[in-house]
């Protein structure tokens, strides 16, 4: 027999990183009854806290450590002090130095699965009504709340529903609501290398024959442990997939070079779509879509992550003056200042990124040739990489009135 619905000020529909720092945030800032719900607990078969690994902007660093959040990431988290980037086979390159721009690192790479089990502990220590494992199998809408039920056949209801579930998103499929896509007819694949030698904090980002490349340091394996996300047609990606380990590593190798030293080990590859979603308007009556639910980019420039915490943290500012005063946090005035405030950055991001993979993704010679001329006049005139430096380590998050 199902239990009598409760009323909280906000229900959370997804643990991952993103709707576990918003309710951590929320929870910090505000005395906001706040439940979360997540299907999985941490392991490497959690969609949310794989053995991937995300990179952080030094603007959404900063932002963490101003929720006091950072010090639950910080571990397993490893510095990016250098971007290598080059195009195969051609000769344009470019390097980025942290230091030369006055600051310590661009940004960090972060562990999903040991960060999912540092964020899942915190959920448990705060004052957060955490549900897990569980997941939502219904939805009503109500005048002034949302209505969720649960597997384990609890209702909750909330004044302002969050959905956080993911690209696939239950709450968006569940409500009918649009979402568009862009197919860039590539997927990736994604998987842990070892090298010979430390990485020394370098991350290298390269443009090859069958899509970009990205190799991210990360704190594993005594500093010789890389992150490898690499984007390429779908019928080549089960290709790689299929080869062995060492005929994978010599056609990486060859792909990649020997900028990074020797790649000696890989771990168990595995394969992503690549396809752009994108909700034209994230809210709904009393619910608003952040992170992935919202929308989902490629991951040639790492931003996606990025994308989905100004998304949280333009929530936060707009509920926090709300919630502090007890006031409705699913009233539409609330939900329109979120969408209102987020479209600027929302669209310049989205735009850029899919410019960036037609351009970079593509062996046209024009584009060829453009791409290779932009990259060595950064090699020849360092003052053009400051802009650059700053739009992708910094938090373009507008200012609330």
């Known amino acids: 027999m199902k239990q009598d619905a409760e009323l909280w000020d906000l229900v959370i529909v997804g643990g991952g990183m993103t709707g576990a720092l918003l309710a951590l945030a929320l929870?910090?800032?505000?005395?906001?009854?706040?439940?979360?719900?997540?299907?999985?607990?941490?392991?490497?078969?959690?969609?949310?806290?794989?053995?991937?690994?995300?990179?952080?902007?030094?603007?959404?660093?900063?932002?963490?450590?101003?929720?006091?959040?950072?010090?639950?990431?910080?571990?397993?988290?490893?510095?990016?002090?250098?971007?290598?980037?080059?195009?195969?086979?051609?000769?344009?390159?470019?390097?980025?130095?942290?230091?030369?721009?006055?600051?310590?690192?661009?940004?960090?790479?972060?562990?999903l699965e040991d960060a999912g089990r540092q964020l899942q502990q915190a959920l448990i220590n705060a004052e957060i009504d955490f549900f897990c494992p569980d997941h939502v199998t219904a939805l009503i809408s109500h005048s002034d709340y949302q209505e969720v039920t649960l597997d384990s056949g609890r209702r909750l209801r909330g004044r302002l529903l969050v959905a956080a579930d993911g690209a696939q998103s239950f709450v968006r499929q569940s409500l009918k609501l649009e979402s568009e896509h862009i197919d860039f007819n590539q997927s990736a694949v994604i998987a842990n290398v070892i090298l010979d030698r430390p990485h020394a904090g370098r991350a290298f980002e390269r443009f090859t024959e069958h899509g970009p490349l990205a190799l991210l340091p990360m704190a594993q394996g005594d500093g010789k442990c890389m992150s490898l996300v690499w984007a390429m047609k779908a019928d080549e990606q089960a290709r790689y997939l299929a080869l062995s380990d060492g005929d994978f590593l010599h056609a990486l190798q060859g792909a990649f070079g020997y900028r990074a030293g020797k790649l000696t080990k890989v771990s168990q590859r595995h394969g992503y779509p690549l396809i752009m979603s994108v909700m034209p308007r994230p809210i709904y009556h009393r619910c608003v879509f952040v992170g992935n639910a919202a929308q989902t980019l490629h991951p040639i420039a790492g931003q996606g992550f990025n994308l989905g915490l100004r998304d949280i943290a333009t929530l936060v500012q707009v509920l926090t003056p709300v919630l502090n005063r007890g006031q409705d946090a699913g009233a539409s005035e609330v939900t329109h200042d979120y969408l209102a405030h987020r479209r600027q950055d929302r669209q310049a991001t989205l735009t850029a990124i899919e410019s960036l993979v037609r351009g970079f993704s593509n062996q046209a010679f024009p584009l060829v040739l453009g791409r290779n001329l932009g990259l060595r006049l950064l090699s020849w005139c360092p003052p053009l990489k400051r802009p650059i430096v700053s739009a992708a380590s910094g938090w373009p998050l507008r200012r609330l009135s």
């Open 27 to 111: 929870r910090s800032l505000t005395p906001a009854k706040i439940a979360l719900v997540e299907a999985q607990t941490v392991s490497s078969q959690h969609p949310g806290f794989d053995a991937r690994s995300i990179a952080l902007s030094r603007g959404s660093v900063e932002q963490l450590k101003r929720w006091h959040l950072w010090s639950n990431l910080a571990p397993n988290a490893t510095a990016i002090a250098d971007i290598h980037v080059s195009d195969r086979g051609h000769f344009g390159m470019t390097h980025l130095a942290a230091a030369q721009f006055g600051c310590d690192s661009f940004g960090h790479v972060l562990g």
